[in-house]
């Protein structure tokens, strides 16, 4: 009897590992960098709930942190070996859910990573195309080639450095001109801004931005370090907009020596032009 009554136990435990409890676990392991724990945990979660694209992507993650680190600790093979699992996993994701926002981040990052940054923008530019209804992917497109904008400053490619910002303030003007409360690229346009010695508008631009989200810590803190309180400003910014998305392309020439010290997080370089809970490998990346 008192052995039946320890597998009728076991059997109410293991029913109790549902894909949500395996989730989290692979969320906190994934937050002490104990990748292969993650990994197992979220297979594990997979193979309970096998079309939930938000555990493919965690899953992606996870390889692709895990990728970093054996590139930073010289393990080459077994970083290829992780970058390859990634890439399946994040187009597994999209597989689900085409309009994925972390996946298509995910694997545009990874894909500049590996040194194809042609391809990354040909997967975000196709995702505008196929989705063009969405702000999204203008957004994505904007931040990657203000990504590889600073990627070509640090080389000192300065003239691609700067036609790439010139492309992402198009882009953000045109999710402005289709959406003038998204606040995610009111908060771009600030940085864009900024970084041209556009004070005024910059500051326009942030205070819109917070006027339609108010919870961004970070911007109001950067509002203060520029002397400026949070209430919202005229936003008046010029709107001279390419709606053509297929004439936003990068140039990628001469594609430098790219490596992960350079281009350092899977989700964006976390430039204070995004909300920084998007861009950082956090609790907050991964799906529960």
């Not at 493919?56 to 692709?64: M, R, W």
């Not at 010029?238 to 350092?264: E, H, K, Q, R, V």
Request: with cysteine; aromatic share 8%; charged share 20%.
């Amino acid at each position: 009897m008192i052995r039946l009554l320890l597998i009728f136990f076991v059997i109410l435990q293991l029913a109790g590992c549902t894909a949500s409890n395996m989730s989290a676990e692979g969320v906190r392991y994934f937050n002490q960098a104990r990748y292969d724990q993650a990994q197992r945990a979220f297979l594990e979660a997979l193979k309970r709930e096998p079309n939930n694209p938000d555990i493919y992507f965690n899953l992606a993650e996870t390889y692709h942190q895990s990728a970093k680190l054996s590139i930073s600790q010289n393990e080459i093979a077994k970083a290829q070996q992780q970058y390859d699992e990634a890439n399946k996993y994040y187009r597994n994701c999209l597989a689900i859910d085409f309009n994925h926002l972390k996946a298509n981040r995910g694997l545009a990052a990874m894909l500049v990573e590996i040194r194809q940054p042609q391809m990354a923008f040909d997967h975000i530019i196709n995702w505008c195309n196929i989705s063009p209804n969405l702000q999204d992917p203008k957004i994505e497109l904007a931040r990657l080639h203000q990504e590889w904008a600073q990627i070509m400053s640090v080389l000192g490619k300065k003239e691609i450095s700067t036609d790439s910002i010139n492309k992402a303030d198009k882009l953000l003007q045109n999710v402005i001109a289709n959406d003038p409360n998204n606040y995610r690229a009111w908060r771009a346009i600030g940085y864009i801004r900024e970084n041209n010695g556009d004070r005024e508008n910059a500051v326009n631009a942030y205070q819109k931005s917070l006027l339609l989200n108010p919870n961004q810590n970070d911007l109001k803190n950067k509002l203060l370090t520029m002397g400026v309180t949070t209430t919202a400003a005229d936003t008046n910014t010029n709107t001279n907009i390419d709606t053509n998305i297929n004439t936003i392309t990068p140039d990628t020439n001469a594609t430098p020596n790219i490596t992960p010290s350079i281009f350092p997080n899977s989700t964006g370089l976390g430039s204070i032009g995004y909300d920084r809970n998007e861009n950082s490998a956090t609790e907050t990346t991964l799906y529960r």
